[in-house]
């Protein structure tokens, strides 16, 4: 079955950086497209940025310029370098998959940016 688990969200004060990771199970990872949302409090979930199975890459408005995703396909992993954090940053950051029309989460991993 899908799994996908997040880590390395934090604390962190407004201009700095955090990585955060997804390792993925039970897919054949290097073939799907994952992306990254987020859902902060009292908001919807959005689309952050999207990589395919062939490293093509697309980011929400608001964080182009400052965050990057890329993907370990030996590893099964899908990254998300964010960098000059802001605190409209602060959220849940959330991995997904899309298979046969069915969205898979992870648990999410909580990014919070001090202002």
């Known amino acids: 079955q899908v799994q996908l688990v997040e880590s390395g969200g934090g604390l962190v004060q407004a201009g700095g950086s955090l990585r955060l990771s997804c390792v993925a199970s039970?897919?054949?990872?290097?073939?799907?497209?994952m992306g990254w949302y987020r859902q902060a409090p009292g908001k919807q979930r959005e689309l952050v940025a999207t990589?395919?199975?062939?490293?093509?890459?697309n980011y929400a408005d608001s964080v182009k310029g400052r965050f990057a995703i890329s993907r370990d396909n030996a590893m099964n992993t899908v990254y998300l370098q964010m960098n000059s954090l802001k605190p409209e940053d602060t959220a849940i950051y959330y991995c997904n998959v899309l298979i046969w029309g069915d969205d898979y989460w992870g648990q999410g991993t909580q990014v919070t940016v001090s202002s």
């Open positions: 039970g897919i054949i990872f290097s073939t799907k497209r």
């Open positions: 990589i395919t199975s062939g490293d093509n890459t």
